[in-house]
């Protein structure tokens, strides 16, 4: 019984619920814009977000800029401590100095020879 209504009603012209409710919603977002105050805010709203010296698209941009950056700074001040205190070892010991001297510069004694083993 239900189908046969439901025919009936589109056979005389009516249109659906879906399309109703859409065409509704469309009728009534054109009648909030024509307000004055509404439309105000909108439009002070999109020049906000892409217009203004400070838009939002760019503020987003900055804020995940700024987020590696403070990676890299986090980055660089551990690698500052390292080398700190490497630095502090290879002052205060002179075996230290030596051994790393010999490992990084190859440099030796002038009575040695260096025999270089690549693995």
């Known amino acids: 019984m239900k189908e046969t209504e439901e025919n009936d009603d589109n056979k005389l012209g009516h249109t659906s619920q879906k399309g109703h409710s859409a065409k509704f919603f469309l009728m009534q977002s054109l009648l909030v814009l024509r307000n004055k105050y509404v439309l105000t805010i909108v439009v002070f709203l999109v020049w906000l977000t892409f217009f203004d010296r400070y838009n939002l698209v760019d503020m987003l ?48 004694k002038p009575d040695e020879k260096i025999f270089i083993v690549k693995q």
């Open 61 to 108: 941009n900055n804020v995940s800029t700024i987020r590696e950056m403070e990676a890299e700074k986090d980055y660089y001040k551990a690698r500052i401590k390292e080398d700190s205190t490497r630095i502090m070892e290879l002052t205060t010991n002179n075996e230290n100095l030596e051994k790393y001297a010999r490992e990084q510069y190859l440099m030796k």
